[in-house]
């Protein structure tokens, strides 16, 4: 649903940001002139294994408790945007797929509900398809004509955007550059049920999987299991086994990121995610591989971190709510 405005209006909504693991509720205010304020974000466990039903309550409780606070702030959000995980119709606002990361979500009718019951306009979009937005029109691609956004962490998700505007494709799963063939996932099962995907070797998850399966100590010192933060410090420690899982991570992402250039051309390749923070190992590779197979003319694509970090997918949730990212023109004032 479109919000309509007054030009002069502020425009306070509620944001919401829907992961496998957490979902963060606060309030975004965009401003024409200014950079979008986010604040007042609370964050709680999706618990995402106890069901899609069960997600969405919480979704529904987040919200709510979003419009209490913002009532005793003396603010009124006029409408709920929406960042979720999975595949979005972001006309309708339905899940129409999500993976095993997030069971019974698919099929959920996300906007219609939060509607229902919070009596205010929602817009629902893919979780990085949104996080693309807030970066392409307020972070690192903000002077820039096109970005090709991918986030890496636990999963690895993409999105082009050209002018503002994202690519959705013909079924809205445009982007899910993790479910492109990888040379170095050759054989090896995907969480989406395909074989040799990106995803399952250079997502946090494969560099853990692969660190292990060269011999790696499966444990911190304070008994934890290992995670990719340890990994990356062990690397930088001289630990040839961490280094070695780290370079097959940034090698096979940077070979896709190189043919992706070839196809798309964008003004410049942003990178966010906690695998993006991986040190010089997973740099190295990543970029060496970008450049055995970028073509000549998109060599010199320059590959910058996001600048947004959480706020990212808040902020392009709400500027999905006030002028869509699937249309073909900027949302005006009436």
């Known amino acids: 649903m479109i919000v309509s405005y007054e030009c002069d209006a502020r425009r306070t909504a509620v944001a919401v940001d829907i992961g496998g693991t957490k979902i963060a509720c606060g309030l975004v205010d965009l401003d024409a002139e200014k950079m979008p304020q986010v604040h007042d974000v609370k964050k709680i466990p999706t618990e995402a294994d106890l069901g899609g039903a069960h997600v969405l309550e919480l979704v529904i409780q987040s919200i709510k408790d979003a419009l209490v606070r913002a009532e005793e702030r003396g603010e009124k959000p006029v409408g709920v945007g929406i960042s979720s995980a999975g595949v979005v119709d972001p006309r309708s606002g339905n899940i129409t797929f999500a ?44 002077e820039l004509p096109s970005v090709l956004v991918v986030a890496v962490g636990t999963g690895i998700g993409g999105a082009f955007v050209n002018h503002g505007i994202i690519m959705l494709g013909a079924h809205d799963e445009a982007g899910h550059i993790g479910h492109v063939a990888a040379l170095a996932a050759a054989g090896v099962a995907c969480s989406c049920g395909a074989t040799g995907h990106l995803e399952p070797v250079a997502a946090g998850p494969g560099i853990i999987r692969e660190y292990l399966r060269l011999g790696g100590i499966d444990s911190c010192d304070d008994g934890s299991p290992v995670d990719g933060a340890e990994i990356d410090f062990r690397a930088n420690n001289g630990d040839v086994r ?48 970008f450049e055995s197979q970028a073509m000549p003319p998109v060599k010199s694509t320059p590959i910058i971190k996001g600048v947004l970090g959480g706020r990212a997918p808040l902020i392009g949730a709400v500027e999905n709510l006030f002028d869509p990212a699937y249309l073909e023109t900027r949302n005006t004032c009436h």
């Open 99 to 142: 993976n095993d990361l997030m069971p019974g979500w698919g099929g959920t009718s996300l906007g219609t509900v939060v509607t229902e019951s919070c009596g205010l306009p929602c817009a629902v979009l893919n979780d990085v398809h949104a996080h693309a937005l807030g970066e392409a029109r307020h972070g690192g691609g903000k």
């Open 242 to 289: 961490a280094q070695a899982a780290e370079e097959l991570s940034g090698r096979a992402l940077g070979e896709v990121l190189g043919s992706m250039c070839n196809m798309l051309d964008p003004a410049a390749i942003i990178l966010s995610g906690s695998v993006a923070e991986c040190g010089p190992y997973w740099q190295n590779a990543l970029h060496a591989a």
